[in-house]
């Protein structure tokens, strides 16, 4: 099971797919009290709770190193209420093919 933090540009829906349909322990950010949070801040909390942060902010998140960054585009995602589920399954799909992932970015197959 991995332990993902999803940025707050990806629906709440993708957080509780991982949760409920995939069974990883899969937070949003708004759900953990970092709305609005500067990207560090962000970083450090995955860093610290071990998670991997998914996220679309390929400029601001690249420079961090000691943290799984998991980069997801939304264009390459389907618009509307498919978002969430979508994401959950490339995130979990992702998380089998990388049950130990290097610290740094990954680009997932969508």
């Given at each position: 099971m991995t332990a993902f933090l999803i940025d707050e540009m990806f629906p709440l829906a993708a957080a509780?797919?991982?949760r409920d349909v995939y069974g990883h322990d899969a937070v949003h950010v708004p759900e953990v009290c970092l709305r609005a949070t500067d990207d560090a801040v962000v970083?450090?909390?995955a860093r610290t709770e071990r998670r991997v942060l998914v996220t679309e902010n390929v400029i601001d998140f690249s420079p961090e190193r000691d943290v799984?960054?998991?980069?997801v585009l939304k264009k390459n995602l389907p618009a509307g209420g498919g978002q969430g589920p979508a994401l959950a399954r490339i995130l979990d799909l992702w998380a089998q093919q990388h049950p130990n992932p290097y610290l740094g970015p990954h680009?997932?197959?969508t």
């Open positions: 509780v797919a991982l970083a450090s909390s799984v960054l998991v980069f680009w997932p197959t």
